[in-house]
């Protein structure tokens, strides 16, 4: 699919087409000093040009191609050939390996390996193993009994297209020896570009580009507000504010309640449990001990409880040793 022989282009006569990642304008200018300094020594990849087009149109390297641009270079190139889904693959491998990318430019590319890969599934569909059917069967049956559910729909599709990667197309390796991506990071990146960058394009980009949107964990914690009109508000809210703003903090401000941890005691409960907490690291010898003293803090109004429960369990413990 790709040739060997490195041309050197103008970077007038290459196209930009589409592309799947973001353009970074002082990382295209660094690239350029850095070419003009010490010679491009990665090639950027370009197809040739149809009807209608520039003689070449850009495959992958748009900082590499603006960069020469800016310096005023020629561009070294290697052609490509391939139908759309091919030119994609190779744009989206060749940027996967790169490791500055944050979490939301990294679902971009995952998401467009995933189409790949999905895509050459579905091509093949005749020549399938009946597991690999029913395995898609499956997804498109659980597809079709989401009625309104964004987020349930998002969690589906992302471990569908995790599970089709890893399974039929060997991702879990390829990722582990290649960019170190657990199937949980895959399924992550996958649920970003679901609950972010689709339902909200006008925001992923300056989100990308805000401190809170460097780091996977807040941007999942984001992607996983519930309601996408509140998520809309939460992240408008932190593109709004100065950097130092906490996702708990922008929820508060425009109106949304924390949710109380499941399972959490509180109240009543949440004495006891510090209580019995301490009581474990008790030994015998210290329950022994202390013994009055527990009795003592029991209230006067609860003693017949305490005595019965106490009776209950001696009498459990002389049946057990019967």
Not at 82 to 92: K, P
Not at 117 to 142: H, L, N, T, V
Not at 168 to 178: E, I, M, P, R, T
């Amino acid at each position: 699919m790709a040739g060997d022989t490195i041309l050197e282009l103008e970077p007038n006569t290459i196209g930009q087409g589409n592309r799947i990642g973001l353009f970074w304008a002082d990382k295209a200018k660094a690239m350029g000093a850095l070419m003009k300094r010490d010679g491009q020594n990665d090639p950027i990849k370009v197809r040739k040009g149809r009807k209608g087009e520039e003689p070449w149109v850009l495959v992958a390297g748009l900082h590499r191609l603006v960069g020469a641009m800016l310096e005023g270079l020629k561009v070294k190139a290697i052609v490509v050939e391939g139908d759309a889904l091919q030119l994609r693959l190779v744009e989206a491998s060749e940027n996967m390996h790169r490791r500055d990318f944050g979490p939301i430019e990294k679902a971009l590319f995952v998401r467009a390996l995933a189409d790949v890969y999905e895509e050459q599934f579905r091509k093949g569909y005749g020549d399938a193993s009946d597991q690999e059917i029913g395995q898609r069967k499956r997804w498109e049956a659980e597809r079709g009994l989401v009625q309104n559910g964004a987020e349930k729909l998002a969690e589906i599709e992302a471990d569908n297209s995790a599970a089709t990667i890893a399974a039929l197309y060997g991702w879990q390796d390829q990722a582990a020896s290649a960019l170190g991506m657990s199937p949980r990071s895959l399924r992550d990146y996958l649920f970003i570009h679901r609950a972010i960058i689709v339902p909200l394009p006008d925001h992923y980009e300056d989100l990308a580009r805000h401190p809170i949107g460097e780091k996977r964990k807040t941007v999942m914690e984001l992607a996983e507000i519930g309601d996408v009109e509140n998520r809309r508000a939460v992240i408008d809210c932190l593109l709004e504010y100065p950097a130092g703003l906490t996702i708990a903090a922008a929820k508060e401000i425009v109106g949304i309640k924390a949710a109380a941890a499941k399972g959490k005691a509180t109240g009543q409960s949440k004495f006891m449990d510090n209580a019995g907490s301490n009581l474990d690291r008790l030994s015998e010898s210290g329950w022994r001990q202390f013994a009055p003293r527990l009795a003592a803090a029991i209230k006067p109004s609860a003693l017949r409880e305490v005595r019965d429960a106490i009776d209950a369990r001696l009498a459990e413990i002389e049946g057990d040793n019967a």
